[in-house]
């Protein structure tokens, strides 16, 4: 078991680190490409190659399941989600984007509480609070530091989390190379939106190619070494080291977009990250003792392949 949660994390960290470059890729290519035509090739190539690793193991696309009220609650978060978030990181720096993120466990935990009424005690609450609080630390809105953008973050971390509760609640018998599937296809009538409103797309050249080409792979690794780290190790041990991928959106920021985050910043993320672990940890120790309600111990994980 130690050897599998060392597997698992190192695949973690892996998936995190990949998850920073694309990151990069899409902050620079955004640059010169309208948003909206990254995010539909993104949508397009990735959608159209889990598809066909869904199809070659034997798990149907087009199913009716795609219209089931929780499938169309997380694809509605991964959406809002995943294009708030990209356009996140077109306005304001990678290192604030990934400082802001980092406080989904705090919004998943608290959806869990307002959306499915799930009874947690004082710590629990305590530590949500905390997070809160760390968000607040980290946009500091009664400054004159404060960038209104930064609220795009905050709803591609909301939107991520309903992601994730709706995750938690799907029905069993729908596989994340499904979801999957949907959640890059639904990029692109999104793009397409976003590209009308931003008036009309540009000729890419070799390099914005390739860039958008590597944050595609880069996305579908990561998501194939977050499913992979999970199967490895024991959940509670690999998921706490989700949040080095706030570790690495600094360096990336630093090394390539010369971001020089403040103690405000550092402190407010420091505890936004304590305070998501202290949740995570706290909601293991209770699934512990309460092993017949097994859907809460996918927090914040797509399905394990069975």
């Known amino acids: 078991a130690h050897m599998d949660n060392l597997r698992g994390a190192l695949l973690m960290i892996l998936a995190m680190f990949g998850f920073a470059v694309e990151d990069a890729f899409i902050k620079t290519v955004t640059q010169t490409v309208p948003l909206g035509q990254v995010l539909i ?6 959608g159209f190659i889990f598809a066909i690793i869904a199809n070659r193991k034997g798990y149907c696309v087009w199913s009716r399941a795609f219209f089931h009220p929780m499938i169309l609650f997380r694809n509605a978060g991964e959406v809002v989600g995943t294009s708030a978030y990209v356009l996140s990181l077109t306005l304001i720096p990678l290192s604030l984007v990934s400082a802001l993120l980092q406080a989904n466990p705090i ?48 709803i591609a971390a909301l939107g991520l989390s309903v992601r994730d509760l709706g995750s938690r609640h799907q029905p069993r018998s729908v596989h994340p190379l499904q979801t999957s599937t949907w959640g890059f296809l639904l990029l692109v009538p999104i793009g397409a939106v976003m590209l009308w409103i931003s008036g009309g797309a540009v000729r890419i050249n070799a390099t914005e190619g390739a860039m958008i080409g590597a944050a595609v792979a880069l996305a579908m690794m990561g998501y194939h070494a977050l499913t992979l780290a999970m199967q490895a ?24 977009f010369a971001e020089q985050p403040d103690g405000w910043m550092l402190t407010g993320a420091a505890i936004v990250v304590g305070a998501g672990l202290y949740t995570l940890i706290r909601e293991r120790r209770l699934m512990a003792r309460a092993p017949f309600q097994s859907q809460v ?9 069975t």
């Open 41 to 46: 090739y993104m949508g397009a190539a990735g």
């Open 107 to 154: 919004f998943v935990a608290l959806g869990a509480i307002l959306v499915f009424g799930e009874r947690v005690g004082w710590r629990r609450w305590l530590a949500i609070g905390a997070g809160l609080a760390g968000v607040l630390i980290i946009l500091r809105p009664w400054s004159a530091g404060f960038e209104p953008e930064a609220i795009v973050a905050i």
């Open 233 to 256: 190790g024991e959940v509670g041990f690999v998921t706490p080291f989700r949040y080095i991928r706030l570790v690495f959106g600094i360096a990336m920021g630093w090394a390539l």
């Open 297 to 305: 111990s996918q927090v914040m994980t797509p399905p394990t392949d």
